[in-house]
């Protein structure tokens, strides 16, 4: 399977019905994408595919080659995404777990609607599950990083 991933062209031995997430974490080492539910039902998972926010637990390899993947090491590989250093100055983080998959698609978000309402924000991370309870932080480092306060 041949795609982009992090901006560098990847050819990985890997079957059609394969997990992106698998692949991602077993054998290319990138573990900064974490497995949660395994259904998509958590938001830990999440990854970019051509620009969009997809669950990489239930995305086949079938459906990822020949396209782009930007994962949280690729996001921005030294911290300076507007989303990263808003999750620091609010200091969203606690366990971290969902950390990466809630990064990401709120990267998703600003990228698709960079001047997005409260409303729009939460209806936007509703699918992202953080068992610390940091939903607040979250969407104020959104609204901060929305506004480019940095």
Not at 29 to 36: C, P, V
Not at 45 to 60: E, F, Y
């Amino acid at each position: 399977m041949v795609f982009i991933l992090n901006g560098r062209q990847m050819d990985v031995s890997a079957q059609p019905d394969e997990t992106l997430l698998w692949v991602l974490r077993e054998k290319l080492r990138l573990t900064g994408t974490k497995y949660g539910c395994g259904m998509a039902m958590c938001g830990s998972c999440t990854v970019h595919l051509d620009g969009q926010a997809v669950r990489s637990c239930v995305t086949r390899m079938q459906h990822v080659e020949g396209k782009r993947v930007t994962t949280i090491e690729g996001l921005s590989p030294d911290g300076t995404h507007p989303v990263q250093k808003a999750w620091l100055t609010e200091q969203v983080l606690q366990c971290g777990y969902c950390q990466s998959g809630q990064i990401m698609q709120a990267a998703a978000l600003l990228a698709k609607t960079p001047k997005p309402t409260r409303a729009q924000i939460v209806q936007a991370m509703n699918g992202n599950l953080c068992r610390c309870g940091t939903y607040g932080r979250i969407v104020r480092a959104i609204e901060r990083a929305a506004r480019g306060e940095v």
